[in-house]
């Protein structure tokens, strides 16, 4: 079962692209990689969802190297509203029809 | 799209009271159904999942109990709440895809 490694936290000012990196040295090869954005009192919503290469929505831009060992997102231009925790798992991340949530990274965007 | 609700969106219950959440999905059907709470400024622990009406699978031994009488409908239990309750409880399904979708939550606390 693929385990995730995410910093705990990072800070950013408005206006600047933050980079997020996740790590999962044994994804599985039908593994696809999800997002979720999680604000306080809420649960997790979906932000993107990749396999491989590169993937880009209205949202953020996802980058998943070959070796699919880790897998970056990217938000660009963040604004005080993407302060928030933020969870990369896993499709299989418990094995089938079990979703395992790791810590996550705690965003938190500066004036 | 699916959308799930959750009642109450908060409930205060002194140790030792029963416990029912109650979890309802609309735009789907057979959908896997998953319990979640997390405790203040934690991640996201997953408790109980179901892939159908009547099978549940326990992930966390505690004193809480799940159960699924309808295939949109999933519940959540405890005959006797302890302390340690105390927590936002989220619902979520997934269907096939790679999304998860998660319910309003619940916000218990136990005096």
């Known amino acids: 079962l693929a385990k995730t490694t995410q910093p705990i936290s990072m800070d950013s000012y408005e206006g600047q692209e933050v980079n997020i990196t996740c790590s999962h040295n044994?994804?599985?090869?039908?593994?696809?990689i999800t997002w979720y954005q999680q604000f306080p009192s809420q649960g997790p919503r979906f932000i993107i969802q990749?396999?491989?290469t590169k993937v880009t929505n209205e949202v953020a831009s996802l980058f998943i190297p070959a070796d699919r060992k880790s897998s970056t997102l990217s938000l660009p231009r963040v604004s005080l509203s993407d302060t928030a925790v933020y969870y990369c798992?896993?499709?299989?991340?418990?094995?089938?029809?079990?979703?395992?949530f790791g810590a996550g990274t705690r965003l938190a965007v500066h004036p | 799209s699916q959308t799930i609700h959750q009642w109450p969106a908060t409930l205060v219950q002194p140790v030792g009271s029963p416990l029912s959440l109650e979890c309802t999905v609309e735009?789907?059907?057979?959908?896997?159904l998953y319990w979640y709470r997390q405790a203040a400024g934690r991640g996201l622990q997953l408790l109980f999942y179901?892939?159908?009406?009547?099978?549940i699978s326990s992930e966390v031994p505690q004193n809480l109990s799940a159960s699924r009488p309808q295939d949109r409908q999933f519940i959540l239990s405890s005959k006797k709440l302890l302390l340690s309750d105390s927590g936002f409880y989220l619902c979520?399904?997934?269907?096939?895809?790679?999304?998860?979708?998660f319910g309003p939550g619940t916000r218990l606390t136990v005096t």
């Open positions: 798992l896993p499709t299989f991340s418990g094995g089938y029809n079990k979703l395992i």
């Open positions: 044994n994804i599985a090869t039908n593994d696809y």
């Open positions: 990749g396999y491989k």
């Open positions: 735009g789907t059907s057979n959908p896997n």
């Open positions: 179901s892939v159908g009406i009547g099978q």
């Open positions: 979520a399904c997934h269907q096939g895809g790679y999304e998860q979708y």
